[in-house]
């Protein structure tokens, strides 16, 4: 039985439920500037997890026949969940999350239907077209900032916050892509693919300056006129430049990792600014 729990939450990815309730959380609070907690907040955020949950599940589920082959330690392809009863599982998280974000308001309940529509079509459709994944599984990143602030319905800040999010996202996807070349190769088609290694990386460059000069204009506006919040985008910017070098050499694994804690770097400088 243990076991059995066990696989359930791990076709979850908990982790990235939580980071997407963490990104409703910043968003409602950039959108009203201070850090408060309330019962709409809570909602949208276990909504945010569960439609996150829905995505990764039935993200399993269709890719569980190239799982088969390269993944076997999954729920799936390991047999400690049948493929069907995954699918159900992923309609029912997808459920659950519809259900508490239509308790917040229409602006969450539209932006939960269309974020759980977006994760039903990539994983159905669009996971053998990764380069156009990249920009779903981006923007479906960036959209919890904005799904925060839709309690409130101020939106700018928590936009801004979430195009920055999106394009690094983007970025990270597309090393990602580099580096999963021979294992995609038959079953996937990919940026690399169509563009090359050189090609890819200078999209990734792209998606990733974009990011920098972005993620600089609320202090630019004197929305967040606050020293502190600026040098710790001037860290993150360090940690990206690392992140990009090291991709350009070709080390995609560190290249991943280091985006990963550029991006932490700069959230956390957003949610420094609340105080």
Not at 233 to 247: A, E, K, P, R, Y
Request: aromatic share 14%.
């Amino acid at each position: 039985m243990k076991g059995n729990i066990a696989a359930y939450l791990e076709l979850l990815r908990p982790y990235n439920c939580v980071m997407a309730s963490v990104g409703v959380f910043l968003g409602y609070w950039l959108s009203i500037g201070q850090i408060a907690f309330s019962l709409p907040l809570f909602l949208a955020a276990f909504s945010a997890f569960f439609v996150c949950g829905g995505g990764q599940a039935v993200n399993d589920y269709f890719d569980r026949t190239v799982d088969v082959k390269y993944k076997k330690h999954r729920p799936i392809p390991s047999g400690r969940i049948n493929a069907r009863t995954a699918f159900y599982y992923s309609l029912s998280m997808f459920l659950i999350g519809l259900i508490l974000a239509i308790l917040v308001n229409d602006a969450v309940f539209i932006i939960a239907v269309l974020a759980s529509l977006f994760l039903l079509a990539y994983s159905a459709a669009l996971l053998k077209y990764k380069f156009v994944g990249n920009w779903v599984v981006g923007a479906l990143t960036g959209l919890t900032f904005v799904y925060g602030a839709a309690i409130s319905g101020e939106y700018f800040i928590p936009l801004l916050v979430g195009v920055v999010a999106t394009l690094a996202n983007v970025g990270r996807e597309i090393t990602k892509d580099l580096e999963d070349v021979k294992t995609d190769k038959g079953f996937k088609r990919s940026l690399p693919m169509l563009l090359g290694a050189d090609g890819s990386k200078a999209v990734a460059f792209a998606a990733y300056f974009a990011a920098i000069i972005i993620a600089v204009v609320p202090y630019g506006l004197l929305l967040i006129p606050s020293v502190e919040f600026m040098l710790l985008l001037l860290v993150s910017f360090g940690i990206f430049s690392l992140s990009i070098t090291q991709l350009a050499v070709g080390n995609y694994g560190d290249s991943q990792k280091t985006s990963k804690l550029a991006m932490a770097v700069a959230l956390f400088a957003y949610f420094f600014s609340l105080f």
